[in-house]
Structure formats: structure tokens, C-alpha cells
């Protein structure tokens, strides 16, 4: 996908020395800003002459998929950003990165600190170690305790109406496409069916893959997901890492030119195989 014109304006920022080191992300989408944040930290670290295709690093990778261990994605617990957790990255981020340039924290829900997090968090940023980079993803900033706003740097990105539309249907697509294979779970392949007759192009595939990652994620999270997918809350959480070690393998063959027919049918086996494979070692 295009990178989104605040993302190059980061970009611009960075290639100039201008890059503040903690940013308040306004957005009308969190989970398309939050993959458009991970590709800007791909970029700022990236050993390679960083492109969308970026396959040949093991950091993009490891990024990508939520490994590498100085990018820290916060989501809050429960209800509330806690202290603790403030504090945890704190301790986290008090040594200088060893794999990447920077060390980067992601937090979801800015709008969820409490007053002792948000104080934590303020310390945090107002005396930065070495190479910190933050992003704080909110969809309304005004909800934000202004004693942080006033210390971020604030970047709108909003998504059109159009792509919006687009996301809308490829996650109900992969909803579907999930309930059929993981929950209802028969004739699995007859059912890439659903997925093909929808024509995608590549990035949409790729969109498509980013979803069944999202949602896998948020399972191994522990997040609540949607009625149709309870059933998969009860998924082990080492079920749930087979099946997000695979999504990512399936996002990294997209960016070659691999037949979409023949890559949802070695998705659905790997799956399956991986399934009975569990079992056996239960
Ligand atoms: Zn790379």
C-alpha cells in the first residue's frame, strides 16, 4: 500500500534531523495507523535501503510481526492504562536498543491514562534516554490528559472514506473467512472459494492477511473479538502462535509474485497440519 502522506512527512522529518521523539497520532482508524506506525519504524531502522518490499532483513520482519524486542506495543489493561505498565516500559527502555537504532513504544488507546500512568508516562518523556522513539494513537485527542498533548508532537492521519469502505469489507471478508476454517471447520479448502470469487488485487490480499493477523493478534492478546468469533477465544495461546507465525509467513511470499490460488491453499493445509500437530503433542 501507498504510505500515507503524514507517514512521508515523517519520513521528510526524519531524513532531515527533525524528528521529535514522541508523537500523539490523531486517527479515524487505529488499526490501518497502527500498521502504517510499525512500517515508519521499519524504515528509521532498517539496515537495508528500507522499501515496501523490505524481505530482506530479518528487522523488518521481526517488526512486522511484533518480535522485535525493542518495539513495545502497549495496550491498556482493562479499562485503564496502568502505572505499572508505565513503569515496566520505563525499566524496559532504559538500555539502548542492540538490534535497531531505535526503541520504540507504540501505545494504543491514548486516551486511556489514568493520572498516576499519565505522571509515569510524563517523567518518561520529559527526560528521554538516548534513541526513544513514541507514538501515542488516539481516535479523538481531545479525550487526551492535556499535560501529555502539550508535550507530543501531535499527526493527524486520516484515512478516506473510500479506503475505509475497502478495509470494511475485506475485514468482514476475513470474519467469514475465519468462522468457516476455525470455526465451522470443514472441507477447509472448498471454502477458499469465498476468498477467490472476490478477485483481490495483491494489496488487497495483502490487506486481507493483515486482518487475519489483527485478529490472531488480538486473540494471543487476550482482547475480546467479535460474537461470530468467540469459539476461538478458547484457542491456546501456543495454537494462536502457530497460526501468527504462519500469517506472517504468508505476508512475507506476497511480496513475491506467488500464484493467490496456491498460496490460500498451502494456508489452509499448514493450517490444518499445524492443528493435528498440537494435538499430538498435547
Ligand atoms: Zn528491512
Excluded at 521523539?21 to 495507523?33: G, S
Excluded at 476454517?181 to 472476490?198: H, R, S
Excluded at 494489496?203 to 488480538?218: A, C, S
Amino acid at each position: 500500500m501507498a504510505q500515507h502522506e503524514a507517514i512521508q512527512g515523517l519520513i521528510k522529518k526524519y531524513n532531515e534531523n527533525q524528528l521529535s521523539h514522541v508523537f500523539l497520532i490523531e486517527t479515524n482508524d487505529k488499526m490501518a495507523a497502527l500498521q502504517d506506525i510499525k512500517d515508519f519504524v521499519k524504515v528509521v531502522n532498517c539496515p537495508e535501503d528500507y522499501t515496501p518490499q523490505c524481505s530482506k532483513c530479518n528487522l523488518c520482519h521481526l517488526i512486522a510481526t511484533d518480535q522485535l524486542p525493542s518495539l513495545e506495543i502497549v495496550i491498556p489493561d482493562g479499562q485503564a492504562i496502568k502505572k505499572s505498565q508505565m513503569e515496566d516500559l520505563k525499566q524496559k527502555f532504559s538500555s539502548i536498543p542492540y538490534l535497531s537504532r531505535y526503541n520504540t513504544y507504540i501505545i494504543e488507546d491514548a486516551e486511556k491514562f489514568n493520572a498516576s500512568s499519565a505522571n509515569t508516562m510524563l517523567k518518561f518523556i520529559e527526560e528521554p534516554e538516548r534513541n526513544i522513539l513514541g507514538f501515542l494513537i488516539t481516535n479523538n485527542r481531545e479525550n487526551v490528559i492535556s499535560t501529555i498533548k502539550s508535550r507530543c508532537e501531535i499527526v493527524k492521519i486520516f484515512y478516506e472514506k473510500e479506503n475505509q469502505g475497502i478495509s470494511e469489507r475485506i475485514y468482514e471478508l476475513a470474519e467469514n473467512y475465519l468462522y468457516k476454517i476455525e470455526v465451522e471447520k470443514q472441507q477447509t479448502i472448498v471454502y477458499n472459494k469465498i476468498v477467490l470469487d472476490e478477485k483481490l488485487e495483491r494489496e488487497e490480499m495483502v490487506l486481507f492477511f493483515k486482518t487475519l493477523f489483527q485478529i490472531y493478534y488480538d486473540l494471543f492478546q487476550g482482547k475480546s473479538i467479535s460474537e461470530k468469533l468467540k469459539v476461538m477465544e478458547s484457542f491456546s495461546s501456543q495454537i494462536l502462535m502457530a497460526r501468527l507465525r504462519l500469517v506472517s509467513e504468508m505476508l512475507d511470499r506476497l511480496n513475491f509474485n506467488v500464484n493467490l490460488h496456491l498460496l490460500l491453499d498451502d494456508f489452509v493445509l499448514r493450517l490444518e497440519d499445524s492443528y493435528e500437530h498440537l494435538w499430538c503433542e498435547v
